[in-house]
T-cell receptor, first 116, second 115 residues
Framework: GAGVSQSPRYKVAKRGQDVALRCDPI?????LFWYQQALGQGPEFLTY????????KSGLPSDRFFAERPEGSVSTLKIQRTQQEDSAVYLC??????????????FGPGTRLLVL | AQSVTQLDSQVPVFEEAPVELRCNYS??????LFWYVQYPNQGLQLLLK??????LVKGINGFEAEFNKSQTSFHLRKPSVHISDTAEYFC?????????????FGAGTRLAVHP
């Protein structure tokens, strides 16, 4: 079946511009995660959804970052007034059972954001 | 708080040689442990995971890892590497049941296999 997809794959934004990054999780997956991966670093947790509920947004770096998953499937990560430090790869992951021990997360290919 | 340290940022190795990628973690509670691989321009793919039980875990593509609680380590090994194993490898931890498996990653180790 189809895996996790993300769009766009690449995004170039001018500083101050707003951007929206989309994630289509695996169909039926309850859990959805967003991670930020800076160049040469490991992914860092941003936020977590269980269905449409955003249960953890502790990793969002500032109030310019906003995520939603209104119908419990597709999710959008929005960054307002982008800054150069927002340049990174944004990864989306989904998993089927939020309470499953060590449940495997399936990752999308990521959106590479470059802010000029 | 939990953290993950990958001791080598880059590991060069010749084809068919053995390799070990090192990972240490710190946590005041028990954790689950994972290794993911990232090929260029692709998402992360799970290689293997340790939840409980046998400390030697076998994964895909001939990789295995050993959980050592006393040394808080989870090193990844392969007895004979191929050119196609060239990629970035990430060690990660997540909390046991009661949480929702948020992953905490190390900085990654770039494995470069040379002919």
């Amino acid at each position: 079946g189809a895996g996790v997809s993300q769009s766009p794959r690449y995004k170039v934004a001018k500083r101050g511009q707003d951007v929206a990054l989309r994630c289509d999780p695996i169909s039926g997956h309850v859990s959805l995660f967003w991670y930020q991966q800076a160049l040469g670093q490991g992914p860092e947790f941003l936020t977590y959804f269980q269905n449409e509920a955003q249960l953890d947004k502790s990793g969002l770096p500032s109030d310019r970052f906003f995520a939603e998953r209104p119908e419990g499937s597709v999710s959008t990560l929005k960054i307002q007034r982008t800054q150069q430090e927002d340049s990174a790869v944004y990864l989306c992951a989904s998993s089927s059972n939020p309470q499953g021990p060590g449940e495997t997360q399936y990752f999308g290919p990521g959106t590479r954001l470059l802010v000029l | 708080a939990q953290s993950v340290t990958q001791l080598d940022s880059q590991v060069p190795v010749f084809e068919e040689a053995p390799v070990e990628l090192r990972c240490n973690y710190s946590s005041s509670v028990s954790v689950y442990l994972f290794w993911y691989v990232q090929y260029p321009n692709q998402g992360l793919q799970l290689l293997l995971k340790y939840l409980s039980g046998s400390t030697l875990v076998k994964g895909i593509n001939g990789f295995e890892a050993e959980f050592n609680k006393s040394q808080t380590s989870f090193h990844l090994r392969k007895p004979s590497v191929h050119i196609s194993d060239t990629a970035e490898y990430f060690c990660a931890v997540s909390l046991p049941p009661g949480g929702y498996n948020k992953l905490i990653f190390g900085a990654g180790t770039r494995l470069a296999v040379h002919p």
